[in-house]
C-alpha cells in the first residue's frame, strides 16, 4: 500500500535554533502535501497544504515566515520551523492522498516529536 | 464554526464485544467522512470512507453508518480484540474532496 515516510520521528533542539522535517511519497507522487500539528489529547489542526511547485497554503493563524514548506518534487515536501520556541513543541504529521477523486483516505507519516528547550 | 464532537471519555469494553464510536457534527455538510485509527506517539492509519449518499460502510469486523440528517457517524468494530486498543479520529471533508477537518479522537480499550 501507499507509504509515506516522515523523519526525523524525534528531535530535541535549542530555542532560536531551526529543525527540518521531511515527508517523502514513497510509492505514489503527491502534488499535495498536508502539514498538522497535534498537541497533547488534542485533534490533528491543518497548517498547511504543500504544493508541488508553487507556495504552499497557510491556514488562519499559522505564521508562514516560522513554519516554511518547500515542495520541490512529487516525492518529497519539507517543514522547516524556524527560531524554535518551546510553545512550538508538538507532533508534527504530514499527509499525502495517493489517489484520486475521493476515493482514498490520506496516508500519513509517521510523525515527528520535536522539542524546544 | 464547523464542530466535530467524539466522545472523550475512553471506551473500555471486552474482548470479544462490538465497539461502538459516536462522532456528531454542526455546522458542515461533509462530502465525506472518513475513520482513522491512532497509536500513541504514531500518525493516524486509515481505515474507512463512507460518502454522503452511502448510508453504511463495511471492512472486515468494521462498520460505518453515516446519518446526514442527524449529522452523525457510528463506528463498530465487532468481535473486538486488545490489538484493536488505539484512539479512533472521525475526519470530514468537503466537496472536491477538500482538507480534512478531526475531531479530537475516542480511545477505545479492549481487556482480555
Known amino acids: 500500500g501507499a507509504v509515506v515516510s516522515q523523519h526525523p520521528s524525534r528531535v530535541i533542539c535549542k530555542s532560536g535554533t531551526s529543525v527540518k522535517i521531511e515527508c517523502r511519497s514513497l510509492d505514489f507522487q503527491a502534488t499535495t502535501m498536508f502539514w498538522y500539528r497535534q498537541f497533547p489529547k488534542q485533534s490533528l489542526m491543518l497548517m498547511a497544504t504543500s504544493n508541488e511547485g508553487s507556495k504552499a497554503t497557510y491556514e488562519q493563524g499559522v505564521e508562514k515566515d516560522k513554519f516554511l514548506i518547500n515542495h520541490a518534487s512529487l516525492t518529497l515536501s519539507t517543514l522547516t520551523v524556524t527560531s524554535a520556541h518551546p510553545e512550538d513543541s508538538s507532533f508534527y504529521i504530514c499527509?499525502?492522498?495517493?489517489?484520486?477523486?475521493?476515493?482514498?483516505?490520506?496516508?500519513f507519516g509517521s510523525g515527528t516529536r520535536l522539542t524546544v528547550v | 464554526s464547523q464542530k466535530i464532537e467524539q466522545n472523550s471519555e475512553a471506551l473500555n469494553i471486552q474482548e470479544g464485544k462490538t465497539a461502538t464510536l459516536t462522532c456528531n457534527y454542526t455546522n458542515y455538510s461533509p462530502a465525506y467522512l472518513q475513520w482513522y485509527r491512532q497509536d500513541p506517539g504514531r500518525g493516524p492509519v486509515f481505515l474507512l470512507l463512507?460518502?454522503?449518499?452511502?448510508k453504511e460502510k463495511r471492512k472486515e469486523r468494521l462498520k460505518v453508518t453515516f446519518d446526514t440528517t442527524l449529522k452523525q457517524s457510528l463506528f463498530h468494530i465487532t468481535a473486538s480484540q486488545p490489538a484493536d486498543s488505539a484512539t479512533y479520529l472521525c475526519?470530514?471533508?468537503?466537496?472536491?474532496?477538500?482538507?480534512?477537518?478531526f475531531g479530537k479522537g475516542t480511545m477505545l480499550l479492549v481487556s482480555p
Open positions: 475526519a470530514l471533508a468537503g466537496s472536491g474532496y477538500s482538507t480534512l477537518t
Open positions: 499527509s499525502a492522498i495517493p489517489g484520486q477523486g475521493g476515493n482514498y483516505g490520506y496516508t
Open positions: 463512507i460518502r454522503e449518499n452511502e
